[in-house]
C-alpha cells in the first residue's frame, strides 16, 4: 500500500515536471518576485498592482510570499533561479540578510531588482524601484513645521526598532527638524500596531506626558494614537500626524481629526516594477534608481488622492 | 537578598507578592503609575488578553496546549467587522459571528487532539497557521473599516464610569470561576488534565470534555477578537499577534501548569496584569525599545522564580 502511494506521488511529481517544461517554451517573459510580507496592507496594494500590469503586459509573473523572514526570501530566490525566470523582483525584509539572494542571483546571471526597500549590496543589483525612506520623513516633518511654527513637543510612535523604514523616517524627519525648536520629548516603538500604538498613547496621556504633536511612522499607528488622544478628550489640543495615505487615515483626514499624512504610491511602484522588468528582460537599459515620489496630503489636497 | 527570604516564607504567595514589589518599585519610579486613573487604564488594557487568557488556562488544566488563539483573534475580528457596518445589521449579527468563529476552530481544535489523536501543538499550531491565512483571505490582505457607532461602542462605552472591557472580562473571569470550582464540569477538566487514564476508567467522557474545553477557549479567542476590532474600530487581519504567547505565559505565570492539572484563574489574572504591568510601567518611565524587551523578559523570569522557590519551601 505505502509503495503504491509512492509511486503514484512520483508519477505525479513527474507529470507536473514535463507540464512545467512544456510551458517555458514558449517566448513570454517569465518573472518572479519575492515580497518581504503579503500581511501587509501596503505590499498588497503593491502586488495586486503588479499583478494588473502583468495581466496587461502578458508577462507570467509568480509572487512568493517571504514572510518577513530573510532567509525564507534567499531561498525563494534561489527557488526563481531553478525555475529559470527571465527577471526576479525582490522587495527585501532585511538590509543585510536578504543580501545572499542577489550575490546568488548575479552568479546564476539572472538580473535581480529592489523594489520597495534595498539591500546592503544593492549596487549588484540592476536597480531599485522605489522611494527614498528619508524622503517620507521629511515630507511629514516639513509638514508639522508648516502647520505648526518651528517650535513644537513631538512624542514619535515608531515601526519596529531596526527597521529599514524606521530608521529612514526617523532620519528625515530629523532632518526636517533641524535647526528648528521642534524637540522630540518621548518615543517608543508601537511595531506598526494600532492595538499597540493605543495602549502605547494610552500610557503616555496617563503619565502627564505633555506633547503637542504626535508623529507616528505609519497610518495604522497614527489611527491608534489618534483614537487614544480623541477618548482623552484632548483633540484639540494635540495634533497628529501619519504616513501611508490608508483609506481610513483620509477619511479621518476629510473629518478634520488627522491633520496630515504622506502618500506612497504603491500602485505606481508595482505597476512601474513590472514595466521595468520587461525593459531588463528585452535587454533595454534601466537607470540605477526608479524613483516614485512621496507627495503631502492634507485637507487642502486630500480630494486629489 | 532579603526580599526572596521573605518570600520564601509565604509558601505559595509568591507571584502575589512579586507582583506587590513590582507594583511597588513602578509606583517609586513614576508618579503617575499608582493612581485610579492610571489603575483603570491598566485593568482597560489587559480586558482582552485576559479574556483569551481565561481560554488558554482551562485547555492547560485539561492537558491541552492552544496555539491559536492569536489566529482566532484576528479571523473574528475581520469576519465580524464585514457584518458591522452602519446600517446592516443589528448588533448580535456581528457578535455571534464573531463567537461561532471561535467555536468553529476550537471544535476543529478539539476533534482533532482528542479523536483524532494528533498532538495539542501539532493540531493547534496547524490551525493557528490556518487561522492567519484564512483571516488575510476574509478580507483580500485588506484592514475592514466603516464601523457603525454601535460596534464600536461595544468596546469603548462606559457603564456606570466603569469601562466596558472590564465589566466583560470581570463577568468572563466569574462565570468561569463558577465552572471551575463549583461545577461538576469544571472538575472534569482537572480530573482529565491530572491523569486522563484514570478519568476514562472513572466512567468520564474525556473526548467530549476535551472538544467542549477547546471549543470553550475558541470562543472566548472570538469575542476577543470582536472586541479589539471594536477597541481599535478596524477589522484587521494582521491582529492579535503573539497573543496566544501572551495569553499562555499570563497562565503560566499565575502557577497554571504546563502538564495539565493544575492551575487557577486567579493566578491567570495575576499572570496577565504581570505582563500588561510591566508594558504600561516602562512605558510610563520612559524605557528605551531595546530595553523594554530586556527588562520585561528578565522581570517575568525572576517572578516564576521567586513563585517557585516560596512553593518548594512552602
Given at each position: 500500500?505505502?509503495?503504491?502511494?509512492?509511486?503514484?506521488?512520483?508519477?505525479?511529481?513527474?507529470?507536473?515536471?514535463?507540464?512545467?517544461?512544456?510551458?517555458?517554451?514558449?517566448?513570454?517573459?517569465?518573472?518572479?518576485?519575492?515580497?518581504?510580507?503579503?500581511?501587509?496592507?501596503?505590499?498588497?496594494?503593491?502586488?495586486?498592482?503588479?499583478?494588473?500590469?502583468?495581466?496587461?503586459?502578458?508577462?507570467?509573473?509568480?509572487?512568493?510570499?517571504?514572510?518577513?523572514?530573510?532567509?525564507?526570501?534567499?531561498?525563494?530566490?534561489?527557488?526563481?533561479?531553478a525555475q529559470d525566470v527571465d527577471v526576479i523582483i525582490m522587495n527585501p525584509i532585511s538590509l543585510d540578510g536578504?543580501?545572499?539572494?542577489?550575490?546568488?542571483?548575479?552568479?546564476?546571471?539572472?538580473?535581480?531588482?529592489?523594489?520597495?526597500?534595498?539591500?546592503?549590496?544593492?549596487?549588484?543589483?540592476?536597480?531599485?524601484?522605489?522611494?527614498?525612506?528619508?524622503?517620507?520623513?521629511?515630507?511629514?516633518?516639513?509638514?508639522?513645521?508648516?502647520?505648526?511654527?518651528?517650535?513644537?513637543?513631538?512624542?514619535?510612535?515608531?515601526?519596529?526598532?531596526?527597521?529599514?523604514?524606521?530608521?529612514?523616517?526617523?532620519?528625515?524627519?530629523?532632518?526636517?527638524?533641524?535647526?528648528?525648536?521642534?524637540?522630540?520629548?518621548?518615543?517608543?516603538?508601537?511595531?506598526?500596531?494600532?492595538?499597540?500604538?493605543?495602549?502605547?498613547?494610552?500610557?503616555?496621556?496617563?503619565?502627564?506626558?505633555?506633547?503637542?504633536?504626535?508623529?507616528?511612522?505609519?497610518?495604522?499607528?497614527?489611527?491608534?494614537?489618534?483614537?487614544?488622544?480623541?477618548?482623552?478628550?484632548?483633540?484639540?489640543?494635540?495634533?497628529?500626524?501619519?504616513?501611508?495615505?490608508?483609506?481610513?487615515?483620509?477619511?479621518?483626514?476629510?473629518?478634520?481629526?488627522?491633520?496630515?499624512?504622506?502618500?506612497?504610491?504603491?500602485?505606481?511602484?508595482?505597476?512601474?516594477?513590472?514595466?521595468?522588468?520587461?525593459?531588463?528582460?528585452?535587454?533595454?537599459?534601466?537607470?540605477?534608481?526608479?524613483?516614485?515620489?512621496?507627495?503631502?496630503?492634507?485637507?487642502?489636497?486630500?480630494?486629489?488622492? | 537578598?532579603?526580599?526572596?527570604?521573605?518570600?520564601?516564607?509565604?509558601?505559595?504567595?509568591?507571584?502575589?507578592?512579586?507582583?506587590?514589589?513590582?507594583?511597588?518599585?513602578?509606583?517609586?519610579?513614576?508618579?503617575?503609575?499608582?493612581?485610579?486613573?492610571?489603575?483603570?487604564?491598566?485593568?482597560?488594557?489587559?480586558?482582552?488578553?485576559?479574556?483569551?487568557?481565561?481560554?488558554?488556562?482551562?485547555?492547560?488544566?485539561?492537558?491541552?496546549?492552544?496555539?491559536?488563539?492569536?489566529?482566532?483573534?484576528a479571523v473574528a475580528g475581520v469576519m465580524a467587522a464585514h457584518f458591522g457596518h452602519p446600517g446592516q445589521y443589528?448588533?448580535?449579527?456581528?457578535?455571534?459571528?464573531?463567537?461561532?468563529?471561535?467555536?468553529?476552530?476550537?471544535?476543529?481544535?478539539?476533534?482533532?487532539?482528542?479523536?483524532?489523536?494528533?498532538?495539542?501543538?501539532?493540531?493547534?499550531?496547524?490551525?493557528?497557521?490556518?487561522?492567519?491565512?484564512?483571516?488575510?483571505?476574509?478580507?483580500?490582505?485588506?484592514?475592514?473599516?466603516?464601523?457603525?457607532?454601535?460596534?464600536?461602542?461595544?468596546?469603548?462605552?462606559?457603564?456606570?464610569?466603569?469601562?466596558?472591557?472590564?465589566?466583560?472580562?470581570?463577568?468572563?473571569?466569574?462565570?468561569?470561576?463558577?465552572?471551575?470550582?463549583?461545577?461538576?464540569?469544571?472538575?472534569?477538566?482537572?480530573?482529565?488534565?491530572?491523569?486522563?487514564?484514570?478519568?476514562?476508567?472513572?466512567?468520564?467522557?474525556?473526548?467530549?470534555?476535551?472538544?467542549?474545553?477547546?471549543?470553550?477557549?475558541?470562543?472566548?479567542?472570538?469575542?476577543?477578537?470582536?472586541?479589539?476590532?471594536?477597541?481599535?474600530?478596524?477589522?484587521?487581519?494582521?491582529?492579535?499577534?503573539?497573543?496566544?504567547?501572551?495569553?499562555?505565559?499570563?497562565?503560566?505565570?499565575?502557577?497554571?501548569?504546563?502538564?495539565?492539572?493544575?492551575?487557577?484563574?486567579?493566578?491567570?489574572?495575576?499572570?496577565?496584569?504581570?505582563?500588561?504591568?510591566?508594558?504600561?510601567?516602562?512605558?510610563?518611565?520612559?524605557?528605551?525599545?531595546?530595553?523594554?524587551?530586556?527588562?520585561?523578559?528578565?522581570?517575568?523570569?525572576?517572578?516564576?522564580?521567586?513563585?517557585?522557590?516560596?512553593?518548594?519551601?512552602?
Open positions: 500500500m505505502k509503495k503504491c502511494t509512492m509511486f503514484v506521488m512520483v508519477l505525479l511529481v513527474a507529470a507536473v515536471s514535463v507540464v512545467a517544461q512544456g510551458q517555458s517554451e514558449d517566448a513570454t517573459i517569465r518573472v518572479g518576485a519575492t515580497m518581504q510580507g503579503m500581511n501587509d496592507t501596503y505590499i498588497r496594494i503593491v502586488t495586486n498592482a503588479m499583478e494588473e500590469r502583468a495581466e496587461e503586459l502578458g508577462v507570467k509573473l509568480s509572487i512568493l510570499d517571504g514572510e518577513a523572514k530573510a532567509e525564507k526570501q534567499v531561498a525563494q530566490v534561489e527557488n526563481l533561479i536578504c543580501a545572499p539572494a542577489v550575490e546568488k542571483a548575479v552568479k546564476a546571471g539572472v538580473p535581480i531588482f529592489t523594489l520597495v526597500s534595498v539591500v546592503k549590496n544593492q549596487d549588484k543589483c540592476v536597480t531599485y524601484v522605489g522611494s527614498d525612506a528619508p524622503e517620507s520623513g521629511k515630507i511629514q516633518g516639513e509638514m508639522i513645521i508648516a502647520d505648526n511654527g518651528t517650535s513644537g513637543r513631538v512624542a514619535l510612535i515608531q515601526g519596529p526598532i531596526g527597521h529599514d523604514a524606521q530608521i529612514g523616517r526617523k532620519q528625515g524627519l530629523m532632518e526636517a527638524f533641524a535647526g528648528t525648536n521642534m524637540k522630540i520629548v518621548v518615543e517608543q516603538t508601537a511595531n506598526w500596531q494600532r492595538d499597540q500604538a493605543l495602549s502605547l498613547m494610552e500610557n503616555w496621556l496617563q503619565a502627564g506626558q505633555e506633547f503637542d504633536i504626535v508623529v507616528a511612522q505609519n497610518d495604522n499607528m497614527a489611527m491608534g494614537a489618534l483614537k487614544a488622544i480623541e477618548s482623552a478628550g484632548l483633540s484639540d489640543s494635540i495634533k497628529v500626524y501619519g504616513i501611508d495615505a490608508t483609506s481610513d487615515a483620509k477619511a479621518a483626514i476629510e473629518a478634520g481629526r488627522l491633520m496630515g499624512t504622506v502618500f506612497q504610491d504603491a500602485a505606481g511602484q508595482g505597476k512601474m516594477a513590472i514595466d521595468v522588468a520587461v525593459r531588463i528582460a528585452n535587454g533595454e537599459s534601466v537607470e540605477d534608481v526608479v524613483f516614485i515620489p512621496y507627495l503631502p496630503v492634507n485637507k487642502s489636497n486630500l480630494a486629489d488622492f | 537578598m532579603n526580599i526572596v527570604r521573605l518570600c520564601e516564607r509565604t509558601s505559595k504567595f509568591g507571584i502575589y507578592i512579586a507582583f506587590i514589589l513590582l507594583c511597588v518599585v513602578l509606583s517609586i519610579l513614576s508618579p503617575y503609575f499608582f493612581t485610579v486613573k492610571n489603575i483603570v487604564n491598566i485593568l482597560n488594557q489587559v480586558s482582552i488578553i485576559g479574556i483569551i487568557a481565561v481560554g488558554s488556562t482551562i485547555v492547560l488544566i485539561s492537558g491541552g496546549l492552544d496555539l491559536s488563539p492569536g489566529a482566532i483573534v443589528p448588533i448580535i449579527v456581528p457578535i455571534t459571528v464573531a463567537v461561532a468563529t471561535g467555536l468553529a476552530f476550537g471544535a476543529v481544535n478539539g476533534v482533532l487532539t482528542s479523536l483524532g489523536k494528533i498532538p495539542p501543538f501539532i493540531v493547534t499550531l496547524g490551525t493557528m497557521t490556518i487561522g492567519r491565512g484564512l483571516a488575510l483571505l476574509a478580507c483580500d490582505g485588506m484592514q475592514v473599516i466603516d464601523l457603525s457607532e454601535r460596534y464600536i461602542s461595544l468596546a469603548n462605552s462606559e457603564i456606570f464610569g466603569i469601562p466596558i472591557l472590564i465589566i466583560l472580562f470581570a463577568l468572563v473571569f466569574a462565570v468561569f470561576q463558577f465552572v471551575l470550582t463549583k461545577m461538576r464540569f469544571g472538575r472534569h477538566i482537572y480530573a482529565v488534565g491530572g491523569n486522563e487514564t484514570a478519568s476514562h476508567v472513572s466512567g468520564l467522557n474525556v473526548n467530549s470534555i476535551k472538544i467542549a474545553v477547546y471549543m470553550l477557549a475558541g470562543a472566548l479567542a472570538g469575542f476577543g477578537g470582536l472586541l479589539l476590532s471594536s477597541r481599535t474600530v478596524v477589522g484587521s487581519p494582521i491582529a492579535g499577534q503573539g497573543y496566544e504567547l501572551d495569553a499562555i505565559a499570563a497562565a503560566v505565570i499565575g502557577g497554571t501548569s504546563t502538564t495539565g492539572g493544575v492551575g487557577k484563574l486567579t493566578g491567570t489574572i495575576i499572570g496577565a496584569l504581570m505582563i500588561q504591568v510591566i508594558s504600561n510601567g516602562l512605558d510610563m518611565i520612559n524605557v528605551p525599545s531595546y530595553w523594554q524587551q530586556i527588562v520585561k523578559g528578565s522581570i517575568i523570569i525572576l517572578a516564576v522564580f521567586i513563585d517557585m522557590r516560596s512553593r518548594n519551601k512552602g
